[in-house]
Every structure is written in C-alpha cells, then in structure tokens.
C-alpha cells in the first residue's frame, strides 16, 4: 500500500516541520528546559498516534488471510514474520524524515552521537507502536472500533508517561500503568539523551527566578534577592553562577530508574511481544484447520 506510506510519511514531516519552526532553537534556560519537555512528549506520543492508520490493513486482510490458511497456503507464523518483515524498511525511512526534520532545527544537545540514538529511539518507537496497532487488529472486529481503543490507550499511554505527573508523584496504586506505558521509555530515553551531561546548566543566578512572583521583579531587585541567599547559605551566588545541571533536570523530572539504552531495548522488546501476542490471536482465534 504505497499510498498508505506517502500519507504516513507526509503526516510525519508536516508534524516535524511544525514542531521545528515552534521548538526553533531551543535555549538553556528554564523555560528552555520546559518547552523540551514539550517537544519531547509531543515528539515520542506522534510515534505511536502515526502508527494507528495501520490499523485496518489486517481488518482488510483477514478475509484473504483466513481463505489462504484454510487452503494450506502459508503457516500462521510465516503470515506474522511477513507482516513484521514488510512493515519494518518504512518505519526506517519514517524515522530518519522526522529526525532531520527536528533534531538539528530544535537545537538538540549532543553532536552525531545523540541523533543517532534520537534515530534508533524513534524507530524502536514505531516499531513498538506498529506490533500493538497489529495486535489490535486483530482482536477487534471493526475498525472504528479499533480506532477509539487505539486513541483511548495511546492516551493512557502519555497519561502515564511520566510527563504530566513525575513517576515519584503517580499513586502507588497507578505505578504498575505508569511501567506499562509505551511511551514512557522513549520519552524517558530522548531526555536522558537530550540532559545527560552533568555539566551543562540550564539555570544560572536570577534565572532561578523565572517562573516566581519575583521574576516579574527588576534585575536589581533580583540580585539583591541572591545577595540575600547567598549570605544565609554561607556561599557566593552570583548571576553566573549555575543553579540546575542537566542531572537536576533528570532528577527533577523523575527519569533516573532506567538508562536510556535499557530504554530503547525495551522499547524494542514491547514490538516483539506485541507481535507475538498478534501471532497468539491468530492461532487461538482462527478456526480454520489446516488440511
């Protein structure tokens, strides 16, 4: 289906053009630091969202499907390699369109190494986001119904996430959702990628004002305030001096239990159960014998 690849390809470029002339040049600011976190939420969630219009390939095909294994025409788990096999050269495709798109426009942090991993954490997410559309395909009868879970779930999913509310802040009674969610290892690898040098500063002085009734103070009043600071914790803060680190930001966001490698295999390890859970449905479903 050529046409379908063109459209997904085509939402994906629209939506990191978009995303490229919003997020321009990022800097490392506080509001810098907040405006990331947006991008990369709404960056990993697309991942998954993009991934839905695959939903009614199988729905279209279980007519044929169930006709040829009838027929002893191909085994259930050759159906299922094949899908996964044809499905993946697009996803690579798909991925590099949106981080060239993104990545360098955005500003990110990190040279050659740090798109690379952008790249795979992107095609790891479409590939985890394709087995579980493939898998509700074929559990559901419908395709609007398999639209209105795949939307439900996926907003779950980024619920969860870790980007709305921190991990530490889920109650424990959501913690298990919250590891469940697909989009919070992606999510939690680009800013583990994005914060990981420890030296890099994201606030310095007075910028630990901005966001405070007293960021809307002058800059003298300000500095006075730092001055004030400075005295009662006995050091010498000064407008340059830095305030958050990229650790701070990942311990502030909650994002330090896994890194950013174990992340993407992860990630990479929901495709495959998901599409071996698809392969589960089609033995367990299908009442077709072979003859």
Same mark, same amino acid.
């Given at each position: 289906?050529?046409?379908?690849?063109?459209?997904?390809?085509?939402?994906?470029?629209?939506?990191?053009?978009?995303?490229?002339?919003?997020?321009?040049?990022?800097?490392?600011? #506080?509001?810098?630091?907040?405006?990331? =976190?947006?991008?990369?939420?709404?960056?990993?969630?697309?991942? &998954?969202?993009?991934?839905? %219009?695959?939903?009614?390939? &199988?729905?279209?095909?279980?007519?044929?499907? /169930?006709?040829?294994?009838?027929?002893?025409?191909?085994?259930?788990?050759?159906?299922? *390699?094949?899908?996964?096999?044809?499905?993946? #050269?697009? =996803?690579?495709?798909? $991925? *590099?369109?949106?981080?060239?798109?993104?990545?360098?426009?955005?500003? *990110? !942090?990190?040279?050659?190494?740090? &798109?690379?991993?952008?790249?795979?954490?992107?095609? !790891? $997410?479409?590939?985890?986001? @394709?087995?579980?559309?493939?898998?509700? @395909?074929?559990?559901?009868?419908?395709?609007?119904?398999?639209?209105?879970?795949?939307?439900?779930?996926?907003?779950?999913?980024?619920? +969860?996430?870790?980007?709305?509310?921190?991990?530490?802040?889920?109650?424990?009674?959501?913690?298990? +959702?919250?590891?469940? $969610?697909?989009?919070?290892? #992606?999510?939690?690898?680009?800013?583990?990628?994005? +914060?990981? %040098?420890?030296?890099?500063?994201?606030?310095?002085?007075?910028?630990?004002?901005?966001?405070?009734?007293?960021?809307?103070?002058?800059? !003298?009043?300000?500095?006075?305030?730092? %001055?004030?600071?400075?005295?009662?914790?006995?050091?010498?803060?000064?407008? $340059?001096?830095?305030?958050?680190?990229?650790? %701070?930001?990942?311990?502030?966001?909650?994002?330090?239990?896994?890194?950013?490698?174990? @992340? *993407? /295999?992860?990630?990479?390890?929901?495709? +495959?159960?998901?599409?071996?859970?698809?392969?589960?449905?089609?033995?367990?479903? @299908?009442?077709?014998?072979?003859?």
């Amino acid at each position: 289906m050529p046409e379908l690849f063109v459209m997904r390809l085509g939402t994906i470029m629209v939506t990191g053009f978009i995303l490229a002339t919003i997020f321009w040049r990022l800097d490392d600011t #506080p509001k810098g630091v907040q405006e990331r =976190l947006g991008f990369f939420a709404m960056a990993m969630s697309t991942m &998954f969202y993009v991934c839905a %219009d695959a939903l009614p390939v &199988f729905v279209q095909e279980r007519h044929i499907y /169930l006709r040829e294994t009838a027929h002893n025409a191909y085994r259930r788990l050759s159906y299922v *390699l094949a899908n996964a096999v044809v499905a993946f #050269p697009p =996803l690579v495709f798909l $991925s *590099l369109a949106f981080a060239v798109t993104t990545f360098f426009a955005v500003g *990110l !942090a990190g040279g050659g190494g740090s &798109f690379l991993f952008f790249v795979l954490i992107i095609l !790891a $997410s479409f590939w985890a986001g @394709s087995g579980f559309v493939t898998f509700l @395909s074929a559990v559901v009868p419908h395709v609007m119904l398999g639209y209105t879970v795949v939307v439900a779930i996926l907003a779950y999913f980024l619920l +969860f996430s870790g980007f709305f509310i921190n991990r530490d802040r889920i109650p424990d009674y959501w913690i298990w +959702f919250h590891y469940l $969610s697909l989009v919070k290892y #992606p999510y939690q690898a680009v800013l583990q990628n994005e +914060f990981r %040098d420890a030296t890099r500063c994201f606030s310095r002085g007075v910028e630990m004002f901005d966001g405070t009734p007293i960021g809307s103070m002058p800059e !003298a009043v300000k500095l006075k305030v730092l %001055d004030a600071i400075s005295n009662t914790l006995g050091s010498n803060m000064t407008a $340059s001096t830095c305030v958050t680190t990229g650790a %701070d930001v990942l311990r502030q966001q909650a994002v330090t239990d896994i890194g950013k490698w174990k @992340s *993407l /295999l992860v990630t990479v390890a929901w495709g +495959f159960f998901f599409r071996a859970l698809f392969y589960v449905v089609l033995l367990v479903g @299908s009442k077709n014998k072979r003859r």
